[in-house]
């Protein structure tokens, strides 16, 4: 084998394009041979064919068969988030146009640590994050691998901006990524707000918050959450806001699963209040249909962005920032960092805010739809009407154990692949609806299958 070519340079377009018909063909021999949602057998079998597959990983001479069947064992065996009935996770299957121009940033490689590795980059990124914060209200926002990062960064700023005693206050389905932040930063423990009937279980109610505002010692970041991972609730954004500002508490707004709603006329509503948060999260590999990773967190206060800024004699030296070099390490806690800022940037421009919207708006009527399905049913209990795009429902008088292992007989036999939420002192299964090209009777063969699954697994 001689010198690898490069991905990049005159000559890479035409390197690459034999490998992606190799690719292509890949996908579809992998995604044939699976022939559902996901791979069956479980785990054990799972990794039997990967390893069979791989070989010798790193065998003493090169083979050039090795891309081929690499990418058909992965294909083979994912979970494939375009399948109707893949539907456990916020975890979306990615519009073309955005994998395509994620294939372009991979293929030219810049890295948004200094404006010399990513002059063009830098530049986008500052437009389109500019463009994503007014939707919230904001001022100026960062690029980030996903709602954690952005809720650890919210965090950060915050105790960088009220002190290292600032105390968090949440309802009960905050993500787990915000007490995990507290942890990190070694912030005091997180206060959960209980969420008394009638309020949704797991939402921020805002009487409670007043009543912990104003028995627990400040300072205090509240955070609240618009599409809450376990049922898809959105808390009370306007009475939060109020509270925050009657007690002088900073406001961070997990909102990287709704977000997306932002985008369609009919739901942004359900968002009101949004605009008062200090920093928001979004996560526009949810609803916006993106390639991992593509979060971003708004701050609406640029002033609080100054905890970032750190220098590196290599990478921003202060001659070369006072010539007018764009300085980039304040854009993240990263240094190195690929442009994830050109799939949003294409997928913003090609379908603009209707051809979003209208994704948005599918994916909801679809959760409308498939809940009155559940609810006819006798067989089966739903749990409450769909907020966004989630519905939690169980077979009717089914144990948690029998809820439980329904569910893991649906990955292991690859016939389905849900998620399970306890909610309300029981375990429901979990539906998270996210591709806008399944059809409600794509989703009429899911109930037969989870009542097949109770009586024992059954070979797809």
């Known amino acids: ?136 209200g904001a001022a100026d926002a960062l690029v980030t691998t996903g709602g954690t990062e952005s809720n650890q960064l919210a965090v950060l700023l915050a105790r960088e901006a009220q002190g290292a005693n600032v105390r968090l206050v949440h309802g009960a389905g905050v993500h787990h990524s915000v007490p995990r932040a507290a942890w990190l930063l070694g912030l005091p423990e997180p206060v959960t707000v209980p969420a008394p009937a009638p309020a949704p279980a797991g939402t921020l109610d805002p009487a409670s918050l007043d009543e912990a505002l104003t028995r627990i010692p400040g300072p205090h970041l509240v955070v609240a ?31 990287a699963y709704g977000a997306g709603l932002l985008f369609s006329d009919r739901h942004r509503p359900r968002l009101a209040g949004l605009e008062a948060a200090h920093t928001v999260t979004l996560d526009l590999h949810k609803l916006g249909w993106q390639p991992i990773a593509a979060g971003l967190l708004t701050v609406k206060d640029p002033g609080d962005l100054h905890a970032l800024h750190h220098r590196a ?30 799939k949003i940037a294409v997928t913003l421009k090609t379908l603009g805010r209707s051809g979003l919207g209208t994704l948005v708006d599918t994916v909801c009527a679809l959760a409308e739809e498939f809940a009155a399905h559940v609810h006819d049913h006798p067989g089966f209990e739903l749990h409450a009407p769909p907020t966004i795009s989630t519905v939690l429902f169980r077979p009717a008088h089914a144990t948690d154990d029998a809820v439980a292992a329904v569910r893991r007989t649906l990955l292991t036999t690859g016939a389905a692949v849900l998620g399970r939420a306890r909610t309300d002192g029981r375990l429901w299964l979990k539906a998270t609806l996210l591709n806008p090209h399944t059809r409600p009777d794509d989703l009429a063969a899911l109930l037969p299958l989870v009542e097949t699954a109770l009586e024992g697994p059954t070979p797809r």
């Open 1 to 136: 084998m001689g010198m690898p070519p490069l991905a990049s340079g005159p000559h890479g377009p035409d390197t690459l394009r034999p490998l992606l018909d190799t690719v292509l063909d890949a996908l579809r021999t992998g995604a044939a041979a699976r022939r559902g949602p996901l791979p069956a057998g479980g785990p054990r079998a799972v990794a039997a064919r990967v390893s069979e597959a791989a070989g010798d990983i790193l065998p003493e001479r090169g083979d050039p068969e090795a891309l081929r069947a690499l990418v058909t064992a992965l294909a083979e065996g994912a979970a494939d988030p375009a399948h109707p009935l893949c539907a456990a996770h916020l975890h979306g299957a990615p519009l073309a146009v955005a994998a395509a121009a994620d294939l372009a940033a991979s293929v030219l490689n810049p890295s948004l640590d200094s404006w010399d590795q990513a002059p063009a980059a830098s530049a986008l990124e500052a437009l389109v994050t500019r463009t994503l914060a007014r939707e919230t």
């Open 225 to 255: 959450t618009a599409g809450t991972t376990d049922a898809g609730l959105i808390d009370p954004l306007p009475e939060i806001a109020g509270r925050c500002a009657a007690h002088g508490a900073r406001l961070h707004v997990d909102a």
């Open 313 to 342: 004699e290599y990478l921003n030296p202060d001659d070369d920032t006072d010539a007018g070099l764009p300085d980039l390490l304040g854009r993240s806690p990263r240094t190195s960092r690929r442009p994830d800022i050109l």
